[in-house]
């Protein structure tokens, strides 16, 4: 994308809407060959003629108390189906609330993976990858096989380590700006990447070994001055000077408005919810950093969240619901008929354990255990480490006696106290078919050789040493580039200040 060609970014789009131009730098990619539901082409044109207009909005970093009532704010929403709306968690393990992570996936939103612990110059290590996964099944019940896909921190990817995703059996990876020229519809990367073809070492037009992976691109919007925006516009263009909230919800409009108009691209909205929230006070040993007042930047994404929703045929999905949609995709007057669009469990799962439907006051069975540990308090429907987590040891072993969700039963219907399953309806059986955890990248090559990993297949290791000058692939727009200084920031004040972990 160009991020930095500010003049032409929103007349093209709306002048000329997604041409048949020259994806990306020798991109290949045949339809006759590569096709639905294992491999689809990057596309500016839609799967389906009258697609629905897709919206995905996603949060990352820590589920945090401190966080969690901006983030469900923003979901007070329908969908055309009267379902209520669905957004994606990019998941970190430190400073999470494990109680809050249950709480958010038996909502029916989506829990991804965000690594571990952030680190600042991370390319995408196995333990970072692999340790969420470990810690987000074992202390908040998430089945492995409903973690299906990563974002970068930082959006800070290799080649090599978008090749391990695939072989870890991700389904999808969601770091890459998508914006005018490379406005394309989700994708699996057989082919390569077509997003981010500028920067330094740009991913695009090289070899990646994810065969089957999806890509759902991270849809940029433009604000008045051309530049494009991806994550937290409300900050930019710094935080000294940022926009109006009312700038904000204009921006959003008027890109969602060609989206809609034209072909339909799916639209993002990427927020990290430290942003929206009320104001962190300042001048404490354990606040050192202040957050403004996030409530007219809240406002102002909600405003057009209520603009964007009451166009017709316009569903707010988790990324997860997006790629199952490109699989088999489906005229919009067909997509409430679509299983994967349901948002009612059926049988419904019960209230009366701890799964997170209970609510914060619950008793018995549906209690979860908090955790005291020096580095702050938590809770979790099965049980508390011994310590807090860390890169070395994302999930501490426990003394609780309460039971773990085993691979034959979906958290919404385990008892962890009793361990006991209690689901009796075909309709809720679950068998977790994902790969299990293993902290050993050693094994993921064990189990390519032995055929079991669901996806990928690619030949490098597990433990992707970045090629020199691969680091920071891409991401090198002004916009993006400051958008993850703040998002450090964030993480930063979460770890001085009210964070759990
Ligand atoms: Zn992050």
Redesign the pocket.
């Known amino acids: 994308m160009r991020l930095t060609a500010g003049s032409v970014a929103l007349a093209l789009l709306v002048a000329a809407p997604f041409a048949a131009a020259q994806l990306g730098p020798n991109y290949k990619c045949d339809p006759a060959t590569c096709k639905l539901p294992a491999c689809y082409c990057a596309s500016t044109q839609p799967p389906v003629a009258n697609p629905p207009q897709f919206l995905m909005l996603t949060y ?2 820590s589920i945090q108390a401190a966080v969690w009532p901006q983030a469900q704010a923003l979901l007070n929403r329908k969908n055309p189906n009267g379902c209520p709306v669905k957004a994606t968690w ?1 998941t ?1 393990v430190l400073y999470s609330d494990p109680y809050l992570v249950s709480q958010w996936y038996a909502q029916g939103n989506e829990v991804a993976d ?1 690594s571990v612990t ?1 680190a600042p110059i991370f390319a995408g290590t196995y333990a970072e990858v692999e340790g969420m996964r470990k810690w987000a099944n074992e202390y908040a019940g998430i089945p492995l096989g409903k973690i299906k896909g990563f ?1 970068f ?2 959006l800070n990817y290799t080649t090599d380590a978008i090749a391990m995703l695939a072989k870890m059996g991700f389904e999808y990876e969601s770091s890459m700006a998508s914006g005018t020229g490379d406005m394309v519809w989700p994708y699996t990367l057989d082919y390569g990447t077509v997003n981010d073809c500028l920067g330094t070492a740009p991913a695009c037009g090289k070899e990646l070994n994810a065969k089957g992976l999806w890509e759902v691109p991270m849809y940029s919007t433009t604000g008045p001055n051309g530049i494009a925006q991806l994550m937290d516009p409300y900050n930019l263009p710094t935080l000294d000077a940022p926009q109006s909230p009312e700038q904000v919800t204009a921006n959003y409009r008027t890109t969602f408005d060609a989206h809609y108009a034209a072909s339909r691209v799916p639209f993002g909205v990427y927020l ?1 919810p430290t942003w929206i929230g009320k104001s962190v006070p300042v001048g404490t040993a354990a606040n050192p950093t202040a957050i403004q007042d996030g409530t007219p930047k809240a406002a102002a994404v909600a405003a057009f969240l209520d603009y964007a929703m009451s166009k017709p045929d316009t569903w707010m999905v988790t990324a997860s619901q997006m790629v199952e949609y490109m699989k088999n995709p489906v005229p919009a007057s067909q997509l409430a008929a679509q299983p994967y669009m349901s948002c009612t469990p059926n049988p419904a799962p019960p209230n009366t354990v701890c799964n997170g439907l209970a609510g914060d006051a619950a008793a018995g069975n549906a209690a979860p255990e908090t955790c005291n540990l020096v580095s702050g308090s938590f809770r979790s429907c099965y049980g508390c480490p011994a310590e807090a987590p860390t890169l070395e040891n994302p999930s501490p072993p426990t003394t609780s006696t309460r039971k773990r969700v085993p691979t034959t039963c979906d958290s919404l219907w385990w008892d962890p106290v009793a361990g006991t399953c209690l689901c009796t309806a075909d309709t809720c059986k679950y068998t977790d078919t994902a790969r299990p955890v293993n902290l050993d990248p050693a094994s993921l090559n064990a189990a390519a050789a032995n055929g079991t990993t669901p996806a990928g297949g690619a030949a490098n290791n597990g433990t992707t040493t970045p090629a020199p000058g691969d680091k920071q692939a891409a991401n090198s727009a002004a916009s993006v580039t400051v958008t993850n200084a703040m ?1 450090a920031a964030a ?1 930063g004040v979460l770890a001085a200040g009210f964070a759990a972990w």
């Open positions: 990352d970093d990019y970190q965000h952030h974002r921190p930082y990290h998002a993480v």
